[in-house]
């Protein structure tokens, strides 16, 4: 194990001999392919108070983003609702030309319309790539950045391209799990989000239905709000907010080019995300 891992381990205030357990479980995917982070956001004698965010691998550093960044955008669009720009009420006209693949609205006939609510439901749940990309064209890509960058304070996110688009000719969206981790926490926390559109986000979120990575492998005692983002040419990621009694957590592994099969990288995903856990119950005495 490496010294930085160690420390990260003890910066969360985790068993040393668990938090071996959940590095070794990283120890098929090739160095260089992943970047992890986690950060406690609540714990036994906290008093409220959040523990430092910890990155493991390349956590730090920027991968493609796949879907997990249209938590961003969600965040935005209600960040909106919150200030009366929108209403969730609101409806938007969907024409056939606006389809893209992945999801489930390829499968409707059109036109027809669908409110916001509806739209942001499927950009999260199932992960649909036409409800991201109306909701992202009618925040403006532009907004959306600064939201990421001047609400949430992250570095390393942005949208160049709408979803199903060609990253040669716009460009490729970014994050790193040490931006999902803090972003998460932000939008947990009561500020950016408040009230009635903090409840909407968490309440989508726990709907979410991929949970083969993260959520996989955990008690389910363990309640989870996470988003999967997933390129055929080897991006695997999960990013999510996870909690059990005292204890809340973020945590975001974000991988890329992976030497290993999809199934194999989400196995590895999941017995981290397991070994995180009894880490961390072990330690706060969960």
């Known amino acids: 194990m490496k010294k930085q891992d160690l420390e990260a381990g003890r910066a969360l205030g985790a068993d040393e001999e668990t938090w071996r357990e959940a590095v070794s479980a990283l120890s098929r995917l090739p160095e260089g392919g992943w970047g992890a982070a986690v950060k406690l956001l609540k714990y036994p004698g906290s ?3 959040e523990l430092p965010l910890v990155c493991l691998g390349r956590g730090r550093e920027k991968f493609r983003a796949a879907s997990v960044i249209k938590v961003g955008i969600a965040a935005a669009l209600l ?3 919150h200030d009366r720009q929108y209403s969730l009420e609101d409806t938007l006209n969907i024409e056939s030309s606006q389809v893209v693949e992945g999801g489930v609205l ?16 499927l950009m999260i749940v ?3 790539n036409t409800a991201a990309n109306l909701l992202l064209d009618l925040l403006g890509r532009e907004r959306v950045n600064a939201f990421l960058k001047e609400r949430l304070g992250l570095r390393h996110s942005v949208i160049n391209r709408f979803f199903m688009h060609s990253p040669e000719l716009e460009g490729e969206n970014y994050t790193s799990a040490e931006d999902c981790a803090e972003m998460l926490s932000e939008l947990w926390q009561e500020g950016v989000l408040s009230g009635s ?5 968490w309440s989508v979120m ?3 239905m991929f949970i083969e990575k993260l959520p996989n492998e955990l008690p389910v005692s363990v309640k989870h ?7 055929d040419d080897g991006v695997r990621s999960d990013i999510g907010v996870f909690q059990c009694g005292p204890l809340t957590w973020s945590a975001a592994f974000l991988t890329d080019q992976q030497a290993v099969s999809a199934a194999e990288t989400d196995r590895i ?3 981290f995300s397991a070994a995180l856990f009894k880490a961390l119950a072990k330690s706060y005495n969960i």
């Open 79 to 81: 960040a909106g609702v």
């Open 126 to 128: 199932v992960s649909d």
């Open 47 to 49: 008093g409220g108070t």
């Open 106 to 121: 390829s499968e409707f006939s059109f036109p027809r319309r669908f409110s916001l609510s509806e739209l942001l439901r």
């Open 197 to 201: 559109c903090r409840a909407e986000l």
């Open 225 to 231: 709000y996470n988003k999967t983002g997933e390129l």
């Open 269 to 271: 995903i999941s017995k």
């Open 206 to 208: 726990s709907r979410q």
